[in-house]
C-alpha cells in the first residue's frame, strides 16, 4: 500500500530532520531533490532547527595544526545529547593549512580566515560546517590581520548577507577604514568613519556581537569605553551605554557577545587584591538601566573569558585563558567542559545547524 503526501505536509515533515537526515533523502527522487534545494525550504528548515535543542551545536578548533589531526571539531549542546560525542571535521579546503582563524557567523555559517604558508596571502572562506560547503571569498582592500575582527550577518531589509571587518586599534592611534562586502554583489568597499570613535577594542579573538540586524563590539573615546554599533541595512553607526563598572575600566578586559538573545557585556579585572570576572546581560535592548549583572566569579589567575553558552539549568560555558597553564580552555562555573578532548583550543562558537548553501548566496 503507497501513501502520498501533499507537498506542503511532506515539506513540513522534513524540515524537522536533522540537517545530515534532509540531505540524504535528496536522494530519493529528483521532486525531492528540487523541494530541499529550494530557498523557502531552507529557511523553513533553518526557523525550525533555531527551536530545537537538538540543532543547537558548539564548533571549536585549533589556531595551528599538528601532525594530521584536524583542527575543527563540533559536539551536541542538547542536555539530551551532553555526552561525549565530539566529532571531527575535514577542512574545508584540499590544502594544509598552517594556521586558521574562525569568526562567529549567522544562521549556521561562518568565515574562516586560513594561512596556507608564510609567502602567500590569507584565504577567507565561507562554510557551512552542517553540510561541509564552502566557497572562497575575495580578499579585502585591507589585509586581514591578527587585530582584524570579522562579522557575518542577514540584512533582514533586503535579504542578503553581509560581512563587516572592523580593525581593532586599542593600543595604537593608526586608523584603518573599515569594509563591508556584500555577497550577492561579490565585493568590498570602504566605510565612514564612527565620528566619535578614537579605537575599537577588538582583535581576532572577539567577535562582532550580531542582533536585531546590527552588528556590535567595544570601542572607547576619551578614556571610556561603550558599544559601538553598525546596522547593516542603514549602515548607520549608533551607540549604548556600558555598565558603569566597565565604563570607567583601567586595568582589565572587557567584551560584548549575545546570551540567549540578549547583550551580554562581560569584563576581567586586573587588581592587586581582587580579581573578579563580571557577567552583565542587557533585559531590553538599548536601554541602558537594564543592565543586569548575573554572574561574578573571582580567579586571580583568570586573564580573560567569554560567554559562550547558556545551559537550560542556568549554567554558562566559558572560553577562558588562565596565567597558569598554556591551554585555552572550556569551562562553566561548575568547573570544566568535560566534553571535549583535550587539546590546545582556540575558541569556540554555538550555531544552529542548518542547509543554507553559501554557494547559493551570490
Request: charged share 20%; proline share 5%; with cysteine.
Amino acid at each position: 500500500m503507497k501513501v502520498y503526501f501533499e507537498e506542503g505536509t511532506l515539506s513540513d515533515i522534513i524540515s524537522r530532520l536533522p540537517v545530515q537526515s534532509v540531505l540524504r533523502f535528496k536522494c530519493v527522487s529528483k521532486f525531492w531533490k528540487t523541494l530541499i534545494d529550494e530557498s523557502y525550504f531552507r529557511m523553513k528548515h533553518l526557523n525550525h532547527a533555531k527551536n530545537d535543542q537538538n540543532s543547537q551545536k558548539f564548533l571549536f578548533y585549533q589556531q595551528y595544526i599538528e601532525e594530521d589531526d584536524f583542527p575543527i571539531y563540533f559536539c551536541s549542546l542538547s542536555p539530551v545529547q551532553l555526552v561525549e560525542d565530539t566529532h571531527k571535521l575535514n577542512f574545508p579546503l584540499n590544502i594544509e593549512p598552517r594556521f586558521c582563524t574562525i569568526y562567529n557567523g549567522c544562521n549556521g555559517l561562518f568565515i574562516i580566515k586560513v594561512l596556507e604558508n608564510t609567502v602567500e596571502p590569507n584565504i577567507l572562506l565561507l562554510w557551512n560546517p552542517s553540510t561541509r560547503e564552502s566557497m572562497v571569498l575575495p580578499i579585502p582592500e585591507f589585509s586581514v590581520g591578527l587585530t582584524s575582527c570579522l562579522g557575518l550577518g542577514l540584512d533582514s531589509s533586503s535579504g542578503e548577507y553581509k560581512i563587516l571587518k572592523i580593525e581593532g586599534n586599542e593600543f595604537d592611534n593608526q586608523k584603518v577604514p573599515g569594509e563591508i562586502f556584500t555577497l550577492k554583489s561579490d565585493s568590498w568597499r570602504k566605510i565612514d568613519e564612527h565620528p566619535r570613535v578614537t579605537g575599537n577594542k577588538v582583535s581576532g579573538m572577539d567577535t562582532l556581537a550580531f542582533i536585531h540586524g546590527t552588528f556590535h563590539w567595544i570601542g572607547f573615546y576619551s578614556k571610556k569605553y561603550f558599544v559601538v554599533s553598525f546596522n547593516i541595512s542603514h549602515e548607520v553607526y549608533g551607540e549604548i551605554s556600558l555598565p558603569e563598572e566597565i565604563c570607567l575600566l583601567k586595568t582589565g578586559s572587557t567584551g560584548i557577545s549575545i546570551l540567549e538573545g540578549m547583550h551580554c557585556a562581560y569584563s576581567k579585572t586586573y587588581d592587586q587584591r581582587i580579581h573578579p570576572f563580571k557577567v552583565w546581560v542587557m533585559r531590553d535592548y538599548n536601554l541602558k538601566e537594564s543592565w543586569n549583572a548575573i554572574l561574578s566569579i573571582e580567579d586571580r589567575y583568570l586573564l580573560r573569558a567569554t560567554p559562550k553558552y547558556k545551559f537550560a539549568n542556568g549554567e554558562i560555558l566559558f572560553w577562558c585563558a588562565h596565567l597558569l597553564g598554556r591551554d585555552i580552555k572550556f569551562r562553566t562555573q561548575r568547573g570544566p567542559f568535560t566534553l571535549l578532548p583535550r587539546g590546545k583550543f582556540l575558541n569556540g562558537f554555538t550555531y544552529t545547524e542548518s542547509l543554507i548553501s553559501p554557494k547559493l548566496l551570490i
